[in-house]
């Protein structure tokens, strides 16, 4: 089995952000890190390499920085990885990021699966993974909360969709397109990872290597626009602490504020 | 032809609430832009539902139903909605921000080369342009967007609109779509539904959470959590930590990967207050956090709050509930 797990680099969960006059968001000296969601479709992927034999091609798109979630991604177990970078790609929405993956994803010849996290912890949008689907032509199998089976022969996966009612099980056909929810415990780099991963180099594929013209692709071949980011008006919460001689006194007390706040 | 569309999301028959908070949105929408709302059903079997969607603010309701359709299937939606979106030209297509709608969302998108705005909390017309403010890193900045190109696609933010009240005197037309489908194009198939809300209140829709973390010390100490959310009507909850412990599972968790929600009122009961849980709590009105830490971090997004033992206080606060006739259940 090939599967290629596309990646985001993205601002630590705990950084504190900021937005200067023009719009620039900075995350001060805060790591950068493999999107979270992204690992857990790592270490399904891996998973499915140690059952099934074959091998995960890993893929960002970013800058050459980006370079460095690759081989977290590679120290954790993936094979091979990919730098789609072009100067070009800057600002790019979620569409046109399918547009651009999935170039690479056909370049790549014989995939059996495309598996990423169900969104970015940046972008929050949840996009890419149907846009690439359709972009790709393959079934869209989105919100993954367990792998049932996959019949590498036949040809098909069953997996567990995790909706707001319940969990939908659904059989598809390979090739397909797959995102995760939080399906597992992701794995710590190994230290023969680790120093694989510093020896690798890291190829790096352009607009023209994925045959993509640059009309097609970045903030010209992009419909949605974001001009303004600001950080939301800062609630100020102060913590009324409720204290009382028993619990049911403050119980007593604490409905009577909630009464008021009209919330019950 | 109406230019605003609403693509009526439903389960087993029943459209969810997030689905008519999306339909006020569209009516104000169209109202601005001048000109109508259509939304469109789809479904395996007779939709009833269709008047409901006039009463609830909509001018046209298109209607297609075909048995290829009638579970949630991504390719054969999208291939129906993206065959009617190029007839019918809207202008802006709002969708529920679900799972489905922003699948859907983005495959439409895709479809048609423009773009979706996800998880609107504010929708406006400015110069005839549709501005969608929505939420990005994790709700820690905001972002002014819109769709350089028509269809605009928006999704909706659960709770973030009010509900429109029913007006049954409304006066709609519905339309029926024939489509020829070939049920051999979508290979997909659902196998199996495995139902998990049942008798219970789904943590989207809740308007008041109580949620539980490490401070409950194993899995039997979620009972008086359990109890305390039967009185109040409400949904439960739960931080990674202990989702990861096995104490509850999955389907619980709040926070950056599980749920995010939007109650009325979030009860954090021992929980410390990590970043990676708080993300998950956009736009709680009133938290109340019950610890016995007085350091705890929740206590800085905590409204009201009690530093002592859940064990003493959440019984207390269900048996004061139930003395004032409050409870629910």
Not at chain 1, 116 to 128: I, R, T, Y
Not at chain 1, 207 to 223: C, F, K, M, R
Not at chain 2, 219 to 238: H, Q, V
Request: with cysteine; glycine share 10%.
């Amino acid at each position: 089995m090939h599967i290629v797990v596309p990646i985001k680099q993205t601002p630590d969960t705990t950084a504190t952000l900021t937005v200067d006059a023009s719009g620039r968001i900075s995350w001060g000296d805060a790591p950068l890190i493999v999107n979270p969601w992204d690992e857990f479709a790592i270490e399904e992927s891996l998973r499915l390499k140690e059952k099934f034999g074959g091998r995960v091609t890993v893929i960002t798109m970013g800058p050459e920085s980006a370079k460095e979630a690759l081989k977290q991604a590679v120290a954790m177990g993936c094979d091979e990885a990919i730098l789609l970078h072009d100067p070009a790609f800057e600002g790019s929405d979620a569409v046109v990021t399918a547009v651009i993956l999935a170039a690479a994803i056909r370049k790549l010849g014989a995939v059996d699966l495309v598996f990423m996290g169900k969104e970015s912890v940046d972008g929050n949008s949840a996009q890419v993974p149907p846009a690439l689907a359709r972009r790709l032509g393959w079934p869209l199998l989105a919100y993954v909360g367990k792998i049932r089976e996959i019949d590498p022969a036949g040809r098909t996966i069953v997996v567990e969709r995790i909706l707001e009612e319940g969990r939908q099980v659904v059989r598809a056909p390979l090739p397909a397109v797959l995102s995760a929810m939080q399906m597992n415990e992701p794995r710590y780099p190994s230290f023969m990872g680790i120093r694989k991963a510093a020896r690798m180099s890291i190829p790096v594929w352009t607009a023209a290597d994925l045959g993509l013209a640059l009309e097609q692709v970045g903030a010209s071949a992009s419909a949605a626009r974001w001009p303004v980011v600001f950080a939301p008006p800062k609630q100020e919460v102060r913590c009324e602490f409720i204290q009382g001689e028993s619990p049911e006194e403050i119980a007593r007390l604490l409905v009577d504020r909630l009464l008021a706040e009209k919330v019950l | 032809m109406s230019h605003v569309w609403v693509w009526l999301e439903q389960f087993q028959g029943k459209i969810p609430s997030i689905v008519w908070e999306t339909m006020g949105v569209a009516r104000r929408l169209a109202d601005a832009l001048g000109t109508g709302v259509t939304a469109v059903w789809i479904g395996g079997t007779i939709a009833d539902q269709a008047g409901e969607a006039i009463a609830m603010g909509a001018d046209v309701v298109q209607v297609i139903e075909h048995p290829a359709l009638a579970d949630f299937r991504f390719e054969p939606y999208l291939t129906v909605l993206s065959h009617l979106v190029k007839e019918g030209a809207p202008q802006v297509i709002l969708i529920g921000s679900t799972a489905r709608g922003r699948e859907l969302a983005g495959g439409l998108a895709a479809e048609l080369g423009t773009a979706a705005l996800v998880d609107a909390l504010e929708v406006s017309v400015e110069d005839g342009r549709v501005i969608a403010i929505r939420p990005i890193y994790e709700g820690k900045l905001f972002a002014r967007t819109y769709v350089e190109r028509s269809p605009a696609i928006v999704t909706i933010r659960g709770r973030a609109f009010p509900k429109p009240d029913p007006d049954p005197g409304r006066k709609g037309e519905i339309r029926r779509v024939s489509i020829e489908l070939d049920p051999l194009a979508f290979p997909t198939e659902v196998l199996e539904w495995i139902q998990e809300t049942e008798g219970e209140i789904s943590l989207n829709e809740a308007r008041i959470v109580v949620g539980g973390g490490r401070g409950v010390g194993g899995p039997e100490g979620f009972e008086p959590l359990r109890e305390l959310a039967r009185a109040l009507g409400a949904a439960l909850g739960a931080t990674r930590a202990v989702v990861d412990a096995g104490w509850i599972p999955y389907k619980y968790q709040v926070g950056q990967t599980g749920k995010t929600i939007s109650p009325d009122l979030y009860i954090a009961c021992g929980i410390s207050g990590a970043i990676q849980h708080l993300s998950g709590l956009r736009g709680v009105k009133v938290i109340v956090a019950i610890n016995k830490d007085p350091e705890a971090p929740i206590f800085k997004v905590a409204r009201y709050g009690v530093v002592d033992d859940l064990f003493k206080i959440v019984p207390a606060l269900t048996a004061e509930l139930r003395r004032r006739g409050l409870a629910k259940g």
